[in-house]
């Protein structure tokens, strides 16, 4: 219980101002999700490759250590020791996190954050695990290696024709680095964090609020070189999970400077995405904002639960706190419902259905998805400190 508290602490600060009227049950609904994480171990046993999601046939797609979300499938084991209290998830968490250690070596990727804080991170909080800190700073040593002073920015791809390209997804990153500072004391992590933070800033938004996906730089001069896309629909248009990265990252990034600015950015995203007229009733965006067939297209669940899990973060420092808190309790809502979350025994052990991966890419439309998951579940754990069940 104490580790729950310690995880929730600053969420809890506003729990008495966060009233509900809403349909949702977050026992119900961890309940299920418990239900299917127990039906994957059970079906997935080969603790070398992580469920990521679901193939065209059917049939469970898992990845190495070295894929970007493969910390997400312990991460939501993680979360749900921190709901259950129940040893046996911590067990099942640690072994599952064992086979990510070497990732704290991987230079080849910006997903550090993503693949050891959803991992380690959340195992340290939780169990205080003295190696689970090595492995982090090491991890954090290993990723500000991809900074370049000039560009101002941690470097996000190696492959494609990009120069030096810098998505709006690495925001999600940093978190990790100012945990390590705070660790470490020393300075250079959170200097990086910061330091990228204010570049993104700078160069990813346009006067609407919304983001692009990818700014590709001059290596040499530091200079915005071109601004495109590769997840989403059009290098205008706003792709759903690219908006729910820099509303999430934004927060922390606000949370661990209390610099100002990056509170009203993350404000700017949230009104963009919760105003925006082509969010749909039920609040779980489409693919992007901007897709032309709108609305016959799909859905990403997983934007809709990375936004709910921003927004109750948002909610606790901004004066439009109650605003954000509303629409990730309707996000929640929508995301417990029969329409997103999965029956027992089905979706190959994920809990939500209907997320997109990469639509131009034609792959992982409209299915489950792990990070769809393990926002999800931190979201209902977020909500559950402002609004517990009686
Ligand atoms: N970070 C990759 C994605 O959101 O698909």
Redesign the pocket.
């Given at each position: 219980m104490k580790h729950l508290l310690f995880l929730c602490l600053g969420i809890c600060l506003l729990a008495t101002s966060c009233k509900s009227t809403a349909d949702l049950s977050v026992s119900k609904t961890m309940n299920t999700a418990e239900s299917q994480l127990k039906y994957s171990l059970k079906n997935h046993t080969d603790k070398s490759t992580y469920p990521r999601s679901v193939n065209a046939d059917g049939s469970l797609h898992a990845v190495s250590s070295k894929d970007?979300t493969s910390g997400f499938y312990p991460g939501s084991m993680w979360y749900m020791y921190s709901y259950t209290q129940d040893q046996k998830w911590a067990d099942s968490a640690a072994a599952w996190n064992a086979g990510l250690e070497s990732a704290k070596f991987h230079t080849h990727t910006h997903?550090l954050g993503?693949v050891l804080y959803c991992s380690f991170g959340n195992g340290l909080k939780l169990t205080e695990n003295p190696k689970y800190a090595q492995i982090l700073l090491q991890g954090s040593q290993t990723l500000i290696k991809r900074f370049d002073p000039k560009v101002g920015s941690i470097r996000s791809w190696d492959f494609g024709s990009w120069e030096y390209p810098v998505?709006i997804?690495n925001m999600?990153n940093l978190e990790m680095l100012f945990w390590a500072t705070k660790y470490s004391g020393d300075t250079k992590f959170y200097d990086v964090a910061v330091k990228h933070a204010e570049t993104t800033l700078k160069n990813h938004f346009r006067p609407d609020n919304s983001s692009v996906h990818v700014v590709d730089y001059d290596k040499t001069s530091g200079n915005v070189k071109a601004k495109k896309t590769h997840?989403g629909y059009s290098d205008e248009s706003a792709w759903a999970?690219?908006q729910a990265?820099g509303l999430y990252g934004f927060t922390v990034v606000y949370r661990e400077t209390g610099d100002k600015k990056y509170l009203e950015q993350a404000e700017k995203i949230a009104d963009f995405f919760l105003n925006h007229p082509n969010l749909p009733e039920d609040m779980v965006p489409y693919w992007d904002f901007n897709a032309p067939d709108i609305p016959n297209t799909p859905r990403d669940a997983?934007a809709a639960a990375i936004a709910a899990s921003g927004l109750l973060e948002l909610g606790r420092y901004s004066a439009k706190g109650s605003t954000y808190f509303d629409a990730a309790e309707k996000i929640l809502t929508s995301l417990s419902s029969p329409a997103y979350l999965a029956k027992p025994g089905t979706n190959q052990g994920f809990i939500l259905k209907h997320s997109t991966?990469?639509m131009p890419n034609k792959s992982e439309i409209d299915v489950p998805i792990n990070?769809a998951d393990y926002y999800f579940l931190e979201a209902l754990l977020r909500y559950n400190m402002l609004n517990p069940e009686k």
């Open positions: 970007w997903d993503f998505i997804d999600m997840q999970r690219g990265w997983s991966g990469h990070y």
